[in-house]
């Protein structure tokens, strides 16, 4: 695949485009290995203008390994509400209290120990290795892949884990020994701005010359990706239950599986129960008798693999909780709870 490619000048151009026109951003004012993971694990899936506050909210909360190693999981989740992918941060957290119990808070340096941490795949590992150690190691993610598949003219299915392999050897064959922070950096750069994934600027391309794809004509026929499932799509009933005193009954989501760890207000799936027998599901599950059923609102959510479609109801309940993993809440306890984006907006209709 690289046979009569112009290594050496593509190495070139791609750094010094890099060097001269790269965005500002916070994670790039110094190597730190330990900001770089952070932004790392939060720009996957994630815009990076959504990203920003974030990284800095987080860093402020939590600036060393060592304060998120023993920082409590909640106040972690509550400083990642908003940002999704939860699992995210649980990992991280574990792997920055393995970092520094195992490695005097120092972040390896190397692919074995790196690639052994909790959360940290060959993406994530080869930029921090890159980026914070000048090692060159590929970073591989959706963006590289559709900037070299249109630079090589590679006409394999990047949805495939198998092409990920390839495109891993191309890049350590690519990579600049001298500058592999700026090689990996900029071909993400140019898979975020110019490169993209719908009407490549081609003409602000500094790598057009060596680009096979855009010689073609093929730029917007690659990369090849075949589509993914349809997402599953689950309806429930979202109840905002306030007790005379004004509180309101939250419940934390099991430790383990989606948005775990994380507090919402009751859901009842509609496909289980119909909206007459709601009083009597909510009497077995929390105890509670309620009355005054009101839809406020209806709101979508969706995940990677699956849509929320909520009806948000309000009403009015009095009793003793039962429920093990449910509380009542005032309005400023809630403040302090981590919910999930669509449970924050059904917050807004307290």
């Not at 800095?56 to 909640?74: D, R």
């Not at 499932?229 to 109840?239: E, G, S, V």
């Amino acid at each position: 695949m690289l046979e009569g490619f112009d290594l050496e000048a593509f190495r070139q151009d791609l750094i010094q485009w890099f060097q001269a026109e790269q965005r500002i951003l916070p994670w790039r004012e110094n190597q730190d290995p330990y900001r770089v993971w952070v932004s790392e694990i939060m720009l996957q899936q994630t815009r990076v203008d959504t990203v920003i506050p974030y990284f800095q909210n987080f860093l402020e909360k939590f600036p060393t390994p060592e304060a998120l190693a023993y920082a409590e999981e909640q106040d972690v989740l509550k400083a990642w509400e908003g940002l999704g992918y939860y699992s995210r941060a649980r990992n991280l957290q574990t792997a920055v209290r393995e970092v520094v119990e195992a490695y005097d808070g120092k972040v390896p340096d190397n692919e074995k120990e790196l690639g052994s941490l909790k959360g940290v795949g060959p993406y994530t590992r080869g930029a921090i290795l890159s980026i914070a150690y000048d090692v060159p190691s590929p970073a591989v993610d959706g963006n590289v892949m559709r900037v070299l598949s249109r630079i090589l003219m590679i006409e394999e299915d990047i949805a495939k884990p198998a092409t990920r392999k390839i495109f891993e050897s191309l890049i350590r064959e690519l990579i600049s020994k001298e500058d592999p922070s700026s090689f990996n950096q900029g071909l993400m750069e140019l898979g975020a701005l110019v490169c993209t994934p719908k009407s490549p600027s081609c003409l602000l391309c500094p790598v057009r010359s060596h680009c096979r794809a855009f010689h073609e004509g093929k730029e917007t026929e690659l990369p090849i990706k075949s589509s993914k499932k349809k997402q599953k799509r689950l309806p429930y009933m979202t109840l905002v239950l306030r007790d005379q005193q004004g509180r309101y009954v939250v419940e934390k989501r099991p430790e383990n599986g989606l948005l775990a760890n994380l507090w919402q207000f009751p859901m009842v799936p509609i496909q289980q129960v119909d909206r007459e027998k709601v009083p009597e599901w909510v009497k077995d599950h929390y105890g509670l008798d309620i009355e005054l059923l009101n839809t406020v609102d209806h709101i979508k959510h969706t995940f990677s693999h699956v849509i929320w479609d909520l009806e948000v109801v309000t009403a009015s309940a009095s009793g003793e909780l039962t429920a093990s993993d449910a509380r009542f809440a005032s309005k400023e306890e809630l403040e302090a709870l981590p919910f999930p984006v669509s449970h924050q907006k059904v917050h807004k209709h307290l």
